[in-house]
């Protein structure tokens, strides 16, 4: 063998164009193309992402704010609230306009409330050529019985004012129903009937001013960001036919129901009743001494009331 058969060849530098990027190398100088989200639907984590990322935001905890990612449950919320061509709708906290849309897109009439003014030009993006009214500000400080006759509420309630807002949306003449999102522990009681384990004055409230029915169960994992506990979407339909609940009717109810598992005499008591008067009132209306508030129902709390001159 010669000296150069046994020398290793040396490999000739391939040539490249240094402009060029080279795939599978090292340092390259290419870049991902961005991705085109306009295709992709409003609540997919994505356009959720890139919204929030665009308009430099993040979800303020203080404000309950979880924006729905799922399509599935925003149309069944839209679905069992009622919206549809020419109805009255009002949302509570549209966020990022996801629902709001959902709503719009059915042909209802949208009115909704925001307090977070930083979302200004979220929602103007996200609700731009639909036919939405924003009001800005508090919706502690709305005032409901301004909303026409047939106004539906359909909404992803902040969960920190759930109970302030429903019983607003009660007294309002012109709310007929309340479609809501909120914590599963809250609708089971509203739901929840006497002697339930559930039961309490949202219970007895909802059921003075119409009936509640539980539409489904939200899963952590249809927000983001996830909360730290399960959703209900509840539907609650008042029935304007009946007489409003007199204001000291609800008072005592709260007092009754004050204490749940307490004897209904001492709740009753801690309000500075006789106790003569209580244990009268009691056996005239065929309730036990010891019976518990929870286990009482409206009407026996009503004829108690009766009897002990709350109301006439």
Same mark, same amino acid.
């Given at each position: 063998?010669?000296? =150069?058969? $046994?020398?290793?060849?040396?490999?000739?530098?391939?040539? #490249?164009?240094?402009?060029?990027?080279?795939?599978?190398?090292? !340092?390259?100088?290419?870049? +991902?193309?961005?991705?085109?989200? $306009?295709?992709?639907?409003?609540?997919?984590?994505?356009?959720?992402?890139?919204?929030?990322?665009?308009?430099? %935001?993040?979800?303020?905890?203080?404000?309950? *704010?979880?924006?729905?990612?799922?399509?599935?449950?925003?149309?069944?919320?839209?679905?069992?609230?009622?919206?549809? /061509?020419?109805?009255?709708?009002?949302?509570?906290?549209? !966020?990022?306009?996801?629902?709001?849309? &959902?709503?719009?897109?059915?042909?209802?009439?949208?009115?909704?409330?925001?307090? @977070? +003014?930083?979302?200004?030009?979220? %929602?103007?993006?996200?609700?731009?050529?639909?036919?939405? *009214?924003?009001?800005?500000?508090?919706?502690? @400080?709305?005032?409901?019985?301004? %909303?026409?006759?047939?106004?539906?509420?359909?909404?992803?309630?902040?969960?920190?004012?759930?109970?302030?807002?429903?019983?607003?949306?009660?007294?309002?003449?012109?709310?007929?129903?309340? #479609?809501?999102?909120?914590?599963?522990?809250?609708?089971?009681?509203?739901?929840?009937?006497?002697?339930? &384990? =559930?039961?309490?004055?949202? $219970?007895?409230?909802?059921?003075?001013?119409?009936?509640?029915?539980?539409?489904?169960?939200?899963?952590?994992?249809?927000?983001?960001?996830?909360?730290?506990?399960?959703?209900?979407?509840?539907?609650?339909?008042?029935?304007?036919?009946?007489?409003? /609940?007199?204001?000291?009717?609800?008072?005592?109810? +709260?007092?009754?129901?004050?204490?749940?598992?307490?004897?209904?005499?001492? =709740?009753?008591?801690?309000?500075?009743?006789?106790?003569?008067?209580?244990?009268?009132?009691?056996?005239?209306? =065929?309730?036990?001494? @010891?019976?518990?508030?929870? @286990?009482?129902?409206?009407?026996?709390?009503?004829?108690?009331?009766?009897?002990?001159?709350?109301?006439?």
């Amino acid at each position: 063998m010669s000296r =150069n058969a $046994s020398r290793p060849r040396r490999a000739t530098p391939r040539r #490249t164009d240094p402009g060029r990027p080279q795939p599978g190398r090292a !340092g390259t100088t290419s870049q +991902e193309p961005e991705r085109d989200l $306009s295709a992709a639907p409003l609540y997919s984590p994505a356009r959720v992402r890139d919204l929030l990322d665009r308009h430099g %935001l993040k979800p303020t905890k203080s404000l309950g *704010q979880n924006f729905l990612i799922d399509g599935n449950i925003l149309r069944a919320i839209a679905e069992a609230g009622g919206a549809a /061509p020419g109805v009255p709708v009002l949302e509570i906290g549209p !966020g990022l306009g996801v629902l709001t849309r &959902e709503i719009a897109s059915r042909g209802a009439q949208v009115t909704t409330l925001e307090k @977070d +003014e930083r979302l200004r030009p979220v %929602l103007a993006e996200t609700l731009d050529g639909l036919d939405v *009214q924003v009001v800005w500000g508090d919706a502690l @400080d709305f005032e409901y019985a301004t %909303l026409p006759q047939g106004t539906r509420v359909i909404a992803n309630l902040p969960y920190y004012i759930t109970g302030l807002l429903l019983s607003r949306f009660m007294r309002a003449p012109g709310i007929v129903s309340a #479609t809501v999102l909120v914590q599963k522990e809250v609708g089971q009681r509203l739901a929840a009937r006497p002697g339930e &384990e =559930n039961y309490g004055f949202l $219970s007895a409230i909802a059921a003075l001013y119409g009936s509640v029915q539980h539409v489904r169960d939200v899963p952590k994992g249809a927000f983001l960001p996830a909360p730290d506990v399960t959703s209900a979407v509840i539907r609650l339909d008042f029935d304007r036919s009946r007489a409003a /609940p007199e204001p000291e009717f609800l008072a005592f109810v +709260e007092s009754a129901l004050h204490h749940r598992r307490k004897t209904l005499r001492n =709740n009753l008591r801690l309000t500075g009743m006789d106790g003569d008067a209580i244990d009268a009132a009691l056996s005239a209306v =065929n309730l036990r001494p @010891d019976v518990r508030a929870e @286990d009482v129902s409206l009407g026996d709390l009503r004829d108690m009331a009766v009897k002990l001159g709350v109301i006439r």
